[in-house]
């Protein structure tokens, strides 16, 4: 299958920040202010240590962070808005006059979206897709039209099971979610799509869905630039025996995989070492030239 080339899409942001999607691959950074994230749970929970993480990231080559306050580990206790919100709008008053290149806020509670960008913040990334069942349909799409941010659309579910083709049953999910954001006001140059791995999906599912990445990159005839996300995961853990801290290598076949594939961002942890892997693969696959980097 041909994979299909990504629009190149330039975000302004009222702060004077840029973001160009669909040239090459760009890293985002992940930034858990969490006591209990699966990987890095309190280890940048405060603003030092947030502040010292974001700079070591961006030195590493990250494009943009992306910043959590609530762990999205299995078992892990969900927060209201409220909890979310105390925990993230603090750190990100200290983050966002200090970090050098765009921010984006993981959270799926519109409120907390809607205080964020209004602070702000450059990106929402709603791992539930514009779909999250606690909250009114549209809320969170309504949030994006509103503040003109790009949304990051990611495929979940409750369970882990499937009726039919696994990657037919996330198109459907994704043709509901961009019917939400159409009717929010939401343009398509503002929208991009995450397979969600390691969500509502076991490893089998996962490693299927790497290996047909490129079936999900187009939707109604329009290519979405697609955020990639497979940082650690407990799919790469059960595939080779390993903890949460040696995940490193195999994070990075990932990325490199999905990138071959169609992927425009990868989420990372490692930022240093896989944004050099992102780049090699760029200048293999023509996506930038060689002689730039001299």
Request: proline share 5%.
């Amino acid at each position: 299958m041909k994979i299909p080339s990504c629009p190149i899409y330039t975000y302004h942001f009222p702060d004077g920040k840029t973001l160009t999607v669909g040239r090459r691959t760009l890293v985002m950074g992940i930034l858990n202010v969490t006591p209990d994230s699966f990987s890095d749970g309190g280890r940048y929970d405060t603003a030092e240590t947030a502040l010292a993480h974001m700079r070591e990231m961006v030195d590493g080559g990250a494009d943009l962070i992306d910043v959590g306050a609530e762990s999205t580990r299995p078992g892990s206790a969900a927060l209201t808005p409220e909890e979310e919100q105390a925990r993230l709008l603090p750190l990100l008053e200290k983050l966002l006059p200090a970090c050098p290149v765009p921010i984006s806020v993981d959270t799926y509670h519109a409120a907390t979206a809607e205080k964020a960008m209004q602070m702000g913040a450059h990106i929402l990334n709603d791992i539930w897709g514009l779909q999250y069942a606690g909250e009114r349909e549209g809320a969170m799409a309504e949030v994006a039209a509103r503040t003109h941010r790009p949304v990051i659309v990611m495929h979940n579910q409750q369970g882990k099971s499937y009726d039919g083709d696994v990657i037919a049953a996330m198109q459907a999910f994704f043709q509901k979610s961009l019917a939400i954001a159409h009717a929010a006001g939401v343009q398509d140059a503002d929208i991009l799509l995450d397979p969600g791995i390691g969500f509502g999906k076991d490893t089998e599912t996962n490693l299927l869905v790497q290996r047909r990445l490129e079936e999900l990159l187009t939707a109604n005839g329009v290519r979405y630039p697609m955020l990639f996300a497979s940082s650690r995961k407990r799919f790469i853990g059960d595939t080779l025996g390993l903890p949460v801290d040696e995940r490193m290598e195999a994070t990075g076949a990932s990325c490199v995989v999905a990138i071959t594939k169609g992927a425009d961002m990868v989420r990372v942890h490692d930022v240093r070492p896989i944004a050099r892997m992102c780049r090699m693969t760029d200048f293999i696959l023509g996506r930038e030239k060689y002689a730039e980097n001299k």
